[in-house]
């Protein structure tokens, strides 16, 4: 009898940590998994620790490519019944086409990587002759311009099924729940702990339960100019996370203001840090940039979040989740 293999293909440290929530949740067995290093800013790092800690009882083998593209090469020389990918939409659908033709009886399925997932920018973003471009794509190939609309897409994993389904109703048939990203965390506790204080330094920095900390979150670009956005005199603590995916080359620690102390391992999850540094604090804030970590650990106590872009799609997904908590909490 044939064994189903399954690939999920990530692009950055976030991912792997979500396709083991689904892994764990839906016991799922014989994984491998495919890392786009080209696109991780410290992939050595990241590979070096993940094949040293305990999230190696997720998968059988860890693969390092150089571009989405390459996935391709493996589906040559390995026999996968089931794909997880990060998106579905434009470049990636024509991925899936293209293992589809290598290996006709593989299934695919895509698993949210951030709050882009719930509502596609896509559609918005774009003018009018691209759209129809993209719609007459859509009825000819099988496209979508909606995460998780591919017609050859199975299955949608997210951690909030019912807020993807209020916002995609099209495509509620496909949703269904990945488990939390926090569960993967939370249930290495041990492990995170060992690792900040030995690999980031931060214990000393720590020492003193009665201390106010913030925790800035850098994007792409890095952060910037965006310092001047928060009164540094509020905290005894200041911590700096630079994106795994920043391009930033001139964002070093010594272009930080004094009292930052800049946390270098960019793969780290921040939801991991963020929890690492609650438990040493009384009270914590979390600047970010309409990022997916306050979705993520929106009811982890004692951690605030401040939006500094306040993007209005951030907005709409993360009012849509306090209706449909406030409906779920009534009934």
């Not at 199975?154 to 019912?162: A, E, G, W």
């Not at 100019?225 to 630079?242: T, V, W």
């Not at 946390?263 to 604090?281: L, M, Q, Y």
Request: with cysteine.
């Amino acid at each position: 009898m044939k064994v189903e293999r399954s690939l999920f293909v990530c692009s950055k440290p976030m991912q792997f940590f979500m396709c083991c929530a689904i892994i764990r949740y839906h016991d799922i067995k014989n994984c491998d998994f495919a890392i786009i290093e080209s696109k991780i800013d410290d992939a050595q790092s990241f590979f070096l620790e993940i094949n040293r800690s305990p999230y190696i009882k997720y998968f059988n083998k860890l693969i390092s490519l150089s571009s989405h593209g390459a996935i391709l090469d493996i589906c040559e020389l390995e026999d996968y019944s089931n794909f997880y990918f990060e998106d579905d939409r434009a470049s990636f659908f024509w991925i899936q086409s293209s293992v589809k033709k290598i290996s006709n009886k593989s299934y695919f399925y895509v698993f949210e990587e951030g709050i882009g997932s719930y509502l596609s920018s896509y559609r918005r973003d774009m003018g009018f002759l691209r759209k129809l471009k993209w719609y007459i794509y859509s009825r000819v190939f099988g496209l979508s311009l909606d995460f998780g609309g591919s017609s050859l897409t199975t299955k949608i994993y997210l951690q909030h099924p019912s807020l993807y389904n209020k916002l995609n109703p099209k495509l509620e048939h496909k949703s269904c729940y990945s488990g939390l990203l926090i569960s993967v965390i939370l249930e290495e506790n041990y492990y995170w702990d060992s690792y900040l204080e030995r690999a980031l330094n931060l214990s000393g920095a720590l020492n003193g339960f009665n201390k106010k900390a913030a925790l800035l979150l850098g994007t792409w670009e890095g952060f910037g100019s965006d310092f001047e956005c928060f009164d540094s005199e509020n905290y005894d603590l200041i911590f700096y996370k630079k994106h795994p995916h920043c391009v930033n080359q001139d964002n070093k620690p010594d272009s930080f203001p004094a009292g930052v102390s800049v946390i270098n391992a960019s793969w780290v999850p921040a939801e991991a840090i963020a929890i690492f540094i609650k438990t040493k604090c009384t009270e914590m804030d979390v600047y970010h940039f309409s990022s997916s970590i306050s979705l993520y650990l929106e009811n982890y106590h004692g951690i605030n979040f401040i939006d500094l872009a306040n993007h209005a799609r951030f907005r709409e997904i993360m009012n849509e989740k306090i209706k449909l908590d406030f409906i779920h909490n009534a009934v």
